[in-house]
């Protein structure tokens, strides 16, 4: 790269990274140092795409393509994110979810925490963002290594205790009806699972949790606040032990939440139906991270990586 490039490039960044407000010198200039290397500049090659980042990032609201996005969700994250990431991976022992890291782990302490340094971005970034700030971050291949999984290529054996089921079952695809509400037409759609629960007890559940006994494989729901949550039966007949659909990915569109996937996935209408007999699975199992879960009877949640 010559120099007259590569000053065209750190420009473009420091534009960038000067229209976004109400940050200090001292923050912006870190930024800009952390962005300031070749995979974010070849982000930047096009100049529509950087002036029309530059004019949404200071303000001004227009729409912006799926690419000018993923520049606009680097430019305001990335440094922050690397800014704990890093930390972070030098000292892993758990495969936790980047969102958990994000809002828990505190870089400057080296713990987690109830807030973690990164906290805001946590609760400004969706699943699509997280994924755009994995992929171009300088630890994705850190990352990569760290969710790898080596029983990925295996079929789901529902048998099996529902910590082991709810990760196996990350990035599968079922083919399912989805309600016209949450798709741009009506149909039967591949219905990539991203995010899930596991719930194990050993003592005797209520009604409302009955869907926890349900024989392995089996789909059936738990009634909460007026939603319908989907689960699958795992382990033995008649042993409480389940595991909740809570996020998805139709066409793109992710919908997240157990109580708006049961809705979108008439989580009613699938009572009894069994996965993998009834509902073919397909695909291979998605690397992905563990969340600690907070939910009585939880074991912890899994989500895409």
């Given at each position: 790269?010559?120099?007259?490039?590569?000053?065209?490039?750190?420009?473009?960044?420091?534009?960038?990274?000067?229209?976004?407000?109400?940050?200090?010198?001292?923050?912006?200039?870190?930024?800009?140092?952390?962005?300031?290397?070749?995979s974010?500049?070849?982000?930047?090659?096009?100049q529509?795409?950087?002036?029309?980042?530059?004019?949404?990032?200071?303000?001004?609201r227009?729409?912006?393509?799926?690419?000018?996005?993923?520049i606009?969700t680097?430019?305001?994250?990335?440094?922050?994110?690397?800014?704990?990431?890093?930390?972070?991976?030098?000292?892993?022992?758990?495969a936790?979810?980047?969102?958990?890291?994000?809002?828990h782990?505190?870089?400057?302490?080296?713990?987690?925490?109830?807030?973690?340094t990164?906290?805001?971005?946590?609760?400004?970034?969706?699943?699509?963002?997280?994924?755009?700030?994995?992929?171009?971050?300088?630890?994705?291949?850190?990352?990569?290594?760290?969710?790898?999984?080596?029983?990925?290529?295996?079929?789901?054996?529902?048998?099996?205790?529902?910590?082991?089921?709810?990760?196996?079952?990350?990035?599968?695809?079922?083919?399912?009806?989805?309600?016209?509400?949450?798709v741009?037409?009506?149909?039967?759609?591949?219905?990539?699972?991203?995010?899930?629960?596991?719930?194990?007890?050993?003592?005797?559940?209520?009604?409302?949790?009955?869907?926890?006994r349900?024989?392995?494989?089996?789909?059936?729901?738990?009634?909460?606040?007026?939603?319908?949550?989907?689960?699958?039966?795992?382990h033995?007949?008649?042993?409480?032990?389940?595991?909740?659909?809570?996020?998805?990915?139709?066409g793109?569109?992710?919908?997240?939440?157990?109580?708006?996937?049961?809705?979108?996935?008439?989580?009613?209408?699938?009572?009894?139906?069994?996965?993998?007999?009834?509902?073919?699975?397909?695909?291979?199992?998605?690397?992905?991270?563990?969340?600690?879960?907070?939910?009585?009877y939880?074991?912890?949640?899994y989500?895409?990586?």
């Open positions: 790269m010559s120099l007259d490039t590569d000053l065209e490039n750190q420009s473009k960044v420091m534009s960038l990274v000067g229209a976004l407000k109400k940050l200090d010198q001292r923050t912006k200039d870190s930024m800009i140092e952390t962005l300031s290397r070749q974010i500049y070849d982000l930047l090659q096009n529509e795409d950087v002036e029309a980042v530059q004019a949404k990032l200071s303000g001004r227009i729409p912006l393509t799926p690419e000018q996005k993923d606009a680097v430019i305001q994250y990335l440094p922050g994110f690397e800014a704990v990431i890093g930390p972070w991976l030098g000292q892993a022992e758990q936790y979810a980047v969102e958990f890291v994000l809002a782990y505190d870089a400057r302490k080296e713990k987690f925490t109830d807030k973690g990164a906290a805001n971005i946590a609760n400004k970034v969706g699943f699509d963002e997280i994924q755009t700030l994995r992929r171009h971050s300088a630890y994705s291949d850190e990352l990569k290594k760290v969710y790898r999984w080596r029983h990925r290529k295996r079929d789901i054996n529902f048998n099996e205790d529902a910590g082991y089921v709810a990760r196996a079952l990350i990035g599968r695809n079922i083919t399912l009806e989805v309600s016209p509400e949450f741009d037409r009506a149909g039967t759609y591949k219905v990539k699972i991203i995010e899930t629960e596991a719930f194990e007890t050993d003592k005797e559940v209520t009604k409302s949790r009955y869907c926890m349900a024989a392995p494989g089996q789909l059936d729901v738990m009634p909460h606040r007026g939603q319908n949550l989907l689960n699958v039966g795992t033995k007949v008649g042993e409480p032990s389940c595991v909740m659909i809570r996020a998805v990915d139709i793109g569109n992710v919908i997240e939440g157990p109580g708006r996937v049961g809705s979108a996935l008439s989580a009613t209408g699938l009572r009894s139906l069994v996965l993998g007999i009834n509902i073919p699975i397909e695909g291979i199992t998605a690397p992905s991270g563990f969340i600690p879960g907070t939910a009585e939880s074991l912890g949640k989500k895409m990586q």
